[in-house]
């Protein structure tokens, strides 16, 4: 059974970090591309990063870029994401998902999604 599942979630304080993984069973990583959206209440699921199979190509959106980096560890078969510079604006449910030729900020062109993980960014 394919399976994705987020981690490392939390509350935290402006201006602090943290590092979601994304942990798959049932597959194998290394062939897909891997992005990160996340869901804030009341609004769209975004894009937020994306990594090619081969992580030699990553994605950001405008408003994370410089303060978050998307990498991969194909042996332990997990992606993070590593968010520093956090903002009150950054909190949201974090998502991975998996895709096969290419990164898409479009959610509909994902094939798997994990469950989510809640970041609060508050003082």
């Known amino acids: 059974q394919l399976q994705l599942v987020e981690s490392g979630g939390g509350l935290v304080q402006p201006g602090g970090s943290l590092r979601l993984s994304c942990a798959a069973s049932?597959?194998?990583?290394?062939?897909?591309?891997i992005g990160w959206f996340r869901q804030a209440p009341g609004k769209e699921r975004e894009g937020v990063s994306c990594?090619?199979?081969?992580?030699?190509?990553?994605n950001y959106a405008d408003s994370v870029k410089g303060r978050f980096t998307i990498s991969r560890d194909n042996a332990k078969n997990t992606v993070y994401l590593q968010m520093n510079s956090l903002k009150p604006e950054d909190t949201a449910v974090y998502y991975c998902?998996?895709?096969?030729?290419?990164?898409?900020?479009?959610?509909?062109?994902?094939?798997?999604w994990g469950q989510g993980t809640q970041v609060t960014v508050s003082s």
């Open positions: 998902a998996v895709r096969h030729y290419y990164c898409s900020g479009h959610t509909w062109e994902y094939d798997h």
């Open positions: 049932g597959f194998t990583l290394d062939r897909y591309y």
């Open positions: 990594i090619r199979s081969s992580g030699s190509s990553t």
